[in-house]
């Protein structure tokens, strides 16, 4: 596989010096002028891949997993008719009304009007890919799922969202996001619909459209969007503390994540493995990243939502297509299946709680490699349906109260947006396992169905379908037994401890992560309107801590409340925290900036030493096009106007790039004044991007001398994290040793 992805990036090279860089639209560049020799679709791109082709009812057909629903070189009607014009409507004479027979107007403007779908009403705003998942055989003593078996590799389809926001929102907002994994297993679908955090805000599912109307924007103005930052989701959660824990984890640097490739995956509820003997244990889903779990500070947030709302799904897309194909190990915790289904104390059932990884350690059982993008996002990332229900046997649920309402509210909610029924039959959502399900028609129903009897029993189609047993693979539920119990509308009692968590949590930080924690409440209670609101919320957080509440009542300008209870006595969990580990560099982004005067003998070497280390290097330059054009071309991905430090891990430079031709404010008003910018020896959107890559706390390098750039952005070259070298491969050298910590850490001052 190595070889033939170095022979692969080679022969990109050959073709076009920065053609192996991921973004190019299409697989074969356009001419200027408009095509006119007749020829078919154009293939999909490497990196694409569309659903396995099976028919609706789960049968193989055969056909080309990468073909497109085009067919032949001419535009059609979508009977097939060939049109000779698609710009002109039939007309009564050119000046002349148009006609009502003009059949080709209709169809077009007709499925133009219903091109779109109902949004989901959380986690609208997603992305996706294909992958495959290969067991490692360590879950088998505990479940006889099929797919869990030793060196079983299933297809996959795994989406990230954000909750609150709509299809068109940012991606780096701060908030809760969704990891979905769809497996296509021997034995049907298996969903796991999972958060990157792994509590939620409710203990049951009667209360979802409670905490989802007070997050969502307010309905009179319909503001704000995509965002917890005001008065009605901090009404709501300050009065139902049971969402404190979940709250806080959003707060913290998992609220904003680096990449969908850095962020861990959860499937928040606890459920209940069944093996071959039939002996049954309790466990919890775990996604860890390959890569580590890393974020963006809040003010990279913030300008990548002005910058680039499609930031997570760019690079979630751009590293599959550059062959930095994203991996998570599946794990899990296990538990005794006892009759109280709590652990340590903790009661398992309580979907706001976790348990320590320190007390039941984590345990890998699979590999997910995400490695293809979607060839249309519509037909699959917007289309895929997922539900806690679809089981395969060997996994079953538990009683937890969220969770029996999620198995209700997925299913109707896909009969809603996808106009029927029959969402499973929609190519992304076919099963790869035999359908005989009896269902009959319904809107979009694709399966032509033979036979007469559509139920049981029957005797007129030879008494099929028939029942399965355990023995040829039936999905049976566990029997649990029942205690004798009243019908009731509470909670047990030991849903009512809500802060012993977040206080596990708070206590689990760094002082840098504790920083950032105070400062994210500080901002968001600070677009609260009522005092009433950021009054209650500092009582919320004096409960989990003082230090917490002092500094965010600080920022607030009110005075910090005592607890109104004793502090939890809890250990931390060192697990929790993001910081103190390194991690591979796979697909991290370097940003190379130069100039036609700098050494570009040394650029090009330091292109090829970052594409050596799996990483994706990005040439910065004063304009577009190539540098040096005349000899061995560099191609230039960004420009001084288009980039910002946001976009990189890290930025190396070579030697001292001047203005640019467009550095004055009406062109660009990064560059400031346009008497200031001629009197500068370096661009002033090069010392922008330096001096907020060095206040994020990113890795900076340079060499041929760089460090007058870095005394002119105000970065001191002793600082931290600060690298200067003879030439660019030294100089990455000692980058590529900061990287794997995701920040240079020391540069973050905090208090005591």
């Known amino acids: 596989m190595a070889g ?28 200027v002028d408009e095509p006119t020799e007749v020829r078919g679709p154009l293939p999909s791109k490497p990196d694409q891949e569309g659903p396995e082709t099976v ?8 056909a080309d997993r990468a073909a497109m629903a085009q067919a ?10 060939r049109l000779h014009d698609t710009n002109h409507s039939l007309k009564a004479g050119p000046r002349g009304p148009v006609l009502l027979q ?11 009007d219903h091109e779109r779908i109902p949004e989901r009403v959380v986690h609208a705003r997603g992305a996706a890919a294909h992958g495959v998942f290969r067991a490692y055989g360590t879950a088998a003593k505990i479940t006889k799922a099929a797919f869990l078996a030793a060196d079983v590799e299933t297809p996959v389809f795994v989406r990230f969202s954000t909750v609150l926001g709509s299809r068109g929102s940012a991606d780096t907002v701060r908030d809760t996001r969704g990891f979905a994994t769809k497996f296509y297993t021997a034995e049907g679908i298996f969903d796991l619909v999972g958060n990157n955090i792994p509590v939620f805000f409710i203990q049951d599912a009667i209360k979802f459209p409670d905490v989802i109307h007070a997050g969502k924007p307010h309905p009179d103005r319909e503001t704000p969007q995509a965002q917890s930052a005001h008065d009605t989701f901090w009404d709501f959660v300050t009065l139902h503390t049971e969402a404190t824990h979940h709250t806080l984890w959003n707060m913290s640097d998992r609220g904003i994540p680096r990449s969908f490739r850095m962020m861990e995956g959860f499937g928040v509820h606890t459920f209940r493995l069944v093996n071959a003997e039939g002996g049954t244990t309790l466990v919890k889903f775990h996604w860890k990243p390959r890569l580590g779990v890393h974020s963006l500070v809040w003010e990279e947030a913030q300008i990548t939502g002005g910058m680039d709302p499609d930031f997570h799904r760019r690079d979630l897309a751009d590293a599959i297509e550059a062959g930095a194909f994203p991996q998570w190990e599946l794990a899990v915790q296990t538990f005794p299946d006892t009759p109280e289904q709590a652990f340590e104390g903790i009661d398992l059932l309580d979907p706001t709680n976790i348990v320590p990884e320190e007390m039941a350690p984590v345990q890998p059982i699979g590999l997910l490699t995400l490695n293809a993008n979607p060839t249309n996002f519509f037909a699959e990332t917007e289309q895929v349906a997922f539900h806690p229900g679809h089981l395969v046997p060997g996994i079953d649920v538990t009683d937890d109260p969220l969770l029996a309402g999620r198995l209700f509210s997925y299913l109707d909610t896909q009969i809603t947006r996808l106009a029927g029924p029959n969402f499973a039959q929609i190519p992304i959502n076919r099963t790869h396992a035999p359908v005989n399900d009896m269902t009959r028609d319904g809107f979009h129903q694709d399966a032509v169905h033979s036979g007469v009897a559509p139920y049981r029993p029957n005797s007129l189609d030879g008494g099929c379908p028939f029942l399965a047993g355990a023995d040829t693979g ?16 509470e909670a047990p009692a030991s849903f009512d401890d809500h802060f012993s968590q977040p206080r596990r949590f708070w206590l689990s930080m760094t002082p840098v992560e504790r920083e950032h924690i105070i400062a994210a409440y500080s901002f968001e209670l600070g677009k609260c309107y009522e005092q009433a609101i950021k009054q209650r919320a500092l009582q919320v957080l004096a409960n989990i801590d003082p230090e917490l509440c002092e500094g965010v009542a600080a920022g607030l300008g009110l005075p910090a409340p005592e607890a109104d209870r004793p502090l939890a006595s809890v250990d931390p969990s060192p697990a929790l925290s993001q910081i103190g580990r390194t991690w591979p560099l796979d697909g991290r982004l370097i940003g190379i900036i130069a100039d036609e005067n700098g050494d570009l003998a040394g650029v090009r070497a330091l292109r090829s030493a970052v594409l050596d280390a799996d990483m994706v290097p990005l040439v910065i330059a004063p304009a577009g096009g190539k540098l040096d054009s005349d000899s061995d071309p560099i191609t230039v991905q960004r420009t001084f106007a288009t980039a910002r430090s946001i976009e990189f891990d890290a930025l190396i430079l070579a030697g001292t790039p001047g203005p640019g031709k467009d550095a004055y404010g009406a062109r660009d008003a990064k560059a400031g004044e346009p008497a200031a910018a001629e009197r500068a020896e370096t661009d002033p959107r ?3 991007m330096l001096s907020e890559a060095y206040r994020h706390g990113k890795a900076i390098g340079g060499w041929a001398g760089a460090e007058r750039v870095f005394h002119a952005a105000g970065v001191p070259t002793a600082a931290p994290g600060v690298a200067l070298g003879s030439d660019g491969s030294a100089t990455l050298n000692q980058i590529t040793q900061l990287l794997g910590r995701h920040r240079v850490w020391e540069r973050f001052p905090t208090q005591g």
Do not use: C, M, W
Not at 10 to 21: C, L, S, T, V
Not at 55 to 62: E, F, Y
Not at 104 to 109: D, G, Q, S, V
């Open 4 to 31: 033939k992805d170095e022979e692969n990036r080679a022969a990109k090279r050959a073709a076009d010096p920065g053609d192996e860089i991921p973004g190019k639209p299409t697989p074969q560049s356009p001419p």
């Open 474 to 489: 039936a999905y049976i539920e566990v029997p649990v037994e029942l205690p004798a119990a009243k019908k009731v509308r």
């Open 72 to 81: 032949g070189p001419f535009l059609t009607t979508a009977q097939g008719h």
């Open 102 to 112: 003009d059949h080709h107007l209709r169809e077009k403007i007709t499925h133009f």
């Open 686 to 688: 090069i010392l922008l």
């Open 55 to 62: 028919g609706p009812t789960g049968q193989a057909t055969g």
